[in-house]
């Protein structure tokens, strides 16, 4: 375990799954009651201040200023995060794959990649072309566009008409599918205290903006639906997603200071990243992939198989690593 500076805050280092003595840091009473608090914070000893740190890895705020970057655990020596999340789908393989990989550097913190990976995967996405849909729409226009509702015109009762309350369909891109990316967007840069990576971020912001508006909350996921169209779209929900899920933002007494956390469930995503391999090792064959296997579950002991033949019958089960 160890810390640097960072800026004005201390960047304080430790692995996942491992109790770590922080009695060298100088951490705040706050700042162990909000670890205490912490849903990915397994355990917390006040009086011998120790932490773990359960299967996730990423970035913890805490009140004082200070930053937690939890690490993979030994075994995973050599884990190159970002070529994970592209096996797992949740980011373009070819932003891993590319001459010019983003990836982790010294002194760079969790949340500095994730915030250069979005931009780079918004910037992506509008390079290839941003998905548009057909939305209804009823206002006032010069001519009659569309249907005209007869009911609202006579309703104005002008002797004559210089504007047509009109209902039609229009062509947008101000859709729930891609509010979704602007807001995870706008909520990543609030948060990333590196100025280069906050403005790439704030420059795929504006660009977005131009064609799509900040909704007040992000969209109910029931409005987010990916169609045989949009599945381009599939690793950026994903990872909008869990920048929205996995970010737990809170405030202590009158302070200002706003507690930022960024972490992903290692868990999981490995389960993922099995899932896709066996996939692609069986594609034509008779076997069929992701059997009744759920990489979500939260069973302590069985995930569930990887498989099933054409009968129906599950085939090499899957355990998580606890």
């Known amino acids: 375990m160890s810390s640097n500076s960072q800026s004005t805050e201390e960047v304080i280092t430790l692995q996942e799954r491992t109790e770590t003595d922080l009695s060298n840091q100088a951490l705040t009473e706050e700042d162990y009651a909000a670890l205490d608090k912490h849903d990915n914070v397994s355990s917390v000893s006040i009086a011998s201040e120790k932490v773990k ?92 566009k569309g249907q005209l509702q007869v009911t609202k015109q006579l309703a104005r009762q002008e002797p004559f008409a210089t504007s047509f309350e009109s209902q039609y369909d229009e062509l947008t891109a101000d859709i729930p599918l891609n509010q979704l990316i602007l ?18 971020l704030r420059r795929q912001i504006r660009d977005l903006q131009r064609i799509v508006s900040l909704p007040l909350t ?38 200002t200071k706003v507690i930022e956390s960024l972490l992903i469930n290692t868990e999981t995503l490995f389960e993922e990243v099995v899932y896709s391999l066996v996939a692609d090792v069986v594609h034509g064959s008779r076997y069929i992939p992701e059997g009744d296997g759920d990489p979500e579950s939260e069973a302590d002991s069985d995930i569930g198989h990887l498989l099933r033949d054409e009968s129906g019958d599950g085939i090499q089960g899957m355990q998580p690593d606890i």
Request: glycine share 8%; charged share 25%.
């Open 53 to 144: 740190i359960k299967q996730h890895i990423g970035h913890i705020g805490l009140p004082s200023g200070a930053y937690l970057e939890v690490l993979p655990k030994d075994s995973l020596e050599g884990f190159k995060l970002l070529y994970y999340l592209a096996k797992a789908g949740r980011v373009s393989e070819e932003l891993v794959t590319s001459r010019g990989e983003i990836g982790f550097s010294v002194g760079e913190s969790f949340i500095e990649v994730v915030g250069q990976v979005y931009a780079q995967e918004i910037k992506r996405l509008l390079r290839r072309g941003i998905h548009k849909r057909y939305l209804p729409k009823q206002r006032a226009t010069d001519h009659v």
């Open 183 to 200: 807001f995870a967007a706008v909520k990543l840069a609030e948060e990333v205290p590196e100025p280069t990576v906050e403005d790439r």
């Open 218 to 255: 992000p969209p109910h996921p029931s409005e987010v639906t990916l169609t045989r169209e949009t599945q381009g779209y599939k690793p950026l929900v994903k990872f909008a997603e869990q920048i929205l899920d996995e970010n737990y933002i809170d405030t202590f007494g009158q302070q």
